[in-house]
């Protein structure tokens, strides 16, 4: 792995940093490159400006690994006010809720019953969807996922195309009919769980999505998001799902705020479905880390913003 991809993974679960330097005003500077603002109403106004440009998006709240059931239910509330305000305001929204912020670590029937609730309120305005965190969740997430599923069908989980296990993982949900989103995966794995190489994750995403475009061609049920920014993989996977019957209605690209912006257009220009995801809320350091890692390059706009 890049040393300085591998540096950016290391800083993001490192609780001084997280204290420190989000207080940092170059550091609260740059992080809007790819967040509106830290509220609810900040996220909702680029989901109106998105919304005006044809496009619907996901709303997501930051945070991860809370550490009371308190803490959990506050979340819970938080989302339920973002379905409402949307809902108000005629948007097409869904939300994205991370395992970890709805109390996994706590036990997976808090989680549970937590991300029930929140389908119980999504229920009728598209996908719940649920983010996959780093390898050591993907089988109490995907446990989550199944539990949820009979009772919920809106609910909709992440799949990182790094992983070694995801095929097989695949292979064991589609007979559930499932919402997939499909992803490269942005944590720091080890190379026994996930692939090192750059072209092995990009050749996965490309098999994996096919299977998935397959699936839904040859009469499976479900729906699929290509979450990813990479060109090339969109293109082709757009092209084969718009090309078949089955699939050319069930998918969308998913693409994140302030990623890509030109494959955005594009994208809308030729009317292949496009949501973007917009995250918000003050804890922004792990997952901006993150954002950085995926492409060290942008740690020159950290340092641009330092200088002005
Ligand atoms: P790749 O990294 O190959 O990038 C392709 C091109 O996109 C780059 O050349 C660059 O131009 C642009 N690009 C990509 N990332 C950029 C960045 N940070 N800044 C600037 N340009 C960038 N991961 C996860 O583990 N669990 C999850 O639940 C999710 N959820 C999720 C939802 C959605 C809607 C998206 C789009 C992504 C995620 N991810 C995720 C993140 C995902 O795993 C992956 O890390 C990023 O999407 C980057 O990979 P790409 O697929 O864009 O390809």
């Known amino acids: 792995m890049d040393p300085l991809r591998r540096t950016l993974l290391w800083a993001s679960t490192n609780p001084w940093l997280a204290s420190s330097l989000p207080r940092r005003r170059f550091v609260r500077r740059a992080v809007r490159r790819f967040m509106p603002g830290e509220t609810r109403d900040d996220a909702l106004r680029e989901a109106a400006a998105l919304d005006a440009r044809g496009v619907p998006s996901i709303l997501t709240m930051l945070g991860e690994n809370v550490e009371t059931e308190d803490e959990t239910r506050a979340v819970v509330d938080e989302y339920r006010r973002v379905l409402a305000a949307a809902a108000e305001r005629r948007l097409d929204v869904e939300v994205s809720v991370k395992p970890t912020h709805l109390g996994l670590d706590l036990g997976p029937a808090l989680a549970a019953r937590n991300v029930a609730d929140l389908a119980r309120a999504a229920a009728g305005r598209g996908t719940l969807w649920i983010d996959m965190e780093g390898s050591a969740y993907t089988d109490a997430t995907l446990d989550l996922y199944r539990g949820l599923k009979a009772e919920h069908g809106n609910v909709g989980v992440c799949l990182q195309s790094y992983l070694r296990r995801t095929p097989a993982d695949l292979e064991s949900l589609l007979p559930l009919s499932p919402r997939i989103r499909l992803v490269k995966g942005a944590y720091a794995e080890p190379p026994e769980r996930a692939f090192p190489a750059k072209r092995d994750v990009d050749a996965a ?95 020159w706009f950290v340092v641009r913003s330092l200088i002005r």
């Open 205 to 299: 995403y490309l098999s994996l999505g096919r299977r998935l475009v397959d699936h839904l061609a040859g009469g499976g049920d479900g729906f699929v998001g290509f979450g990813t920014h990479d060109p090339v993989l969109i293109r082709a996977l757009a092209d084969e799902a718009r090309g078949r019957a089955g699939a050319a209605e069930r998918f969308e690209i998913e693409m994140l705020y302030g990623i890509g912006r030109r494959e955005q257009d594009r994208l809308v220009e030729e009317g292949v479905p496009l949501r973007i995801l917009v995250s918000y809320g003050e804890a922004w350091f792990p997952w901006y880390m993150r954002r950085l890692a995926e492409r060290p390059a942008n740690v």
